[in-house]
C-alpha cells in the first residue's frame, strides 16, 4: 500500500542547500533504523528498485515541506515508531523540530489505485524535482514515454502484490502509442555530494495516447494507472535521495 508522508515545517526554520536530498535521504534510514534496526539493514542492502522516495524541500500553498512515500507496506510501523522518538532531529547539522502531531498521512493501496484508472488519452505530469534516467552509464534527462513507463512499471511490478502486477508486454503498447505532445522543460544540475552530480528535467510534459482504439480499453487503464502511481514511486533515476519527484496534474 503507498504511503505519502508530508512534513511541514516552520518558515525560517532551516537554511539548507537546494537539494538536501541525501540529507533526508539519511534521516529516513536514521528513523527507519530506531523502528527496527533489521528492517532498515535490509532495506538498504537489497538491489533493484528503492521501496521509498525522498523530497527536496519545496512549497505548498507557500508552506515549506518535505515528504517522504513507501512503496512497501512493512516500512510504514517501522518508520512511524522511529518519527515517534524523535521530536527534533538534526538535519545538515541544523535542529528541526517536527510538527507535534506527525506527518500528514496519505495511503491508498494497490488495489484501490488500479480500481480508479481512468481512461484518459492525454496525461499530463509535473516533475517537481530534477529528473534523469541511466544510459550507457551517462545521464539521459529527457522525458522519453518508454523510459518513463517502464521506471514506473519496475516499480510497480516490484512491490505490487503478484495478482495485481502488470505484464511487460505494456511497454510494447508504449513503444507504439504514446507520444510526447506539449512540453514545458528546463533543465537543472543536481548535487548529489562526494563530488558527484547530476543533471534532470523539470517542469510538465503531456504525453498523448495515438490510436487507442488498438491497443484497447485495458491497456489504455494500465497507462493511467502508472501515471497516477508516479505521485508514490518517483520517475527515473535517484528517487530515494530527492530526484524524480512526480505528480500528475489535470
Not at 508522508?5 to 540529507?23: K, V
Amino acid at each position: 500500500m503507498p504511503y505519502a508522508l508530508m512534513f511541514p515545517i516552520p518558515e525560517g526554520a532551516m537554511h539548507t542547500p537546494p537539494f538536501p536530498g541525501r540529507a533526508f535521504h539519511a534521516l529516513f534510514y536514521q528513523w527507519l533504523a530506531l523502528g527496527d534496526y533489521t528492517l532498515s539493514t535490509r532495506v538498504h542492502d537489497t538491489p533493484g528498485p528503492r521501496p521509498f522516495t525522498v523530497s527536496p524541500l519545496y512549497r505548498v500553498d507557500g508552506r515549506p515541506v518535505f515528504r517522504f512515500t513507501l512503496l512497501d507496506d512493512d516500512l510504514w510501523p517501522a518508520l512511524r515508531a522511529g518519527i515517534g522518538l524523535t521530536p527534533t532531529v538534526e538535519v545538515m547539522g541544523q535542529p528541526l523540530v517536527l510538527p507535534p502531531d506527525g506527518p500528514q498521512v496519505e495511503h491508498r493501496s494497490y488495489a484501490d489505485l488500479k480500481a480508479a484508472a481512468g481512461t484518459a488519452t492525454r496525461i499530463r505530469l509535473r516533475f517537481l524535482s530534477p529528473t534523469s534516467f541511466r544510459s550507457r552509464e551517462m545521464h539521459f534527462p529527457l522525458p522519453d514515454p518508454l523510459l518513463v513507463y517502464q521506471s514506473w512499471l519496475s516499480r510497480w511490478n516490484t512491490f505490487a502484490p503478484e495478482d495485481l502486477r502488470i505484464n511487460v508486454a505494456l511497454l510494447d503498447v508504449v513503444a507504439a502509442h504514446v507520444a510526447v505532445g506539449r512540453y514545458n522543460l528546463r533543465t537543472e544540475m543536481v548535487d548529489l555530494g562526494g563530488n558527484r552530480k547530476a543533471v534532470g528535467f523539470v517542469g510538465w510534459v503531456e504525453y498523448r495516447i495515438l490510436r487507442p482504439h488498438l491497443p484497447g480499453e485495458e491497456w489504455i487503464r494500465y497507462l493511467n494507472l502508472l501515471a497516477d502511481y508516479a505521485a508514490y514511486c518517483g520517475t527515473g533515476h535517484k528517487t530515494a535521495q530527492g530526484m524524480g519527484q512526480t505528480r500528475r496534474v489535470e
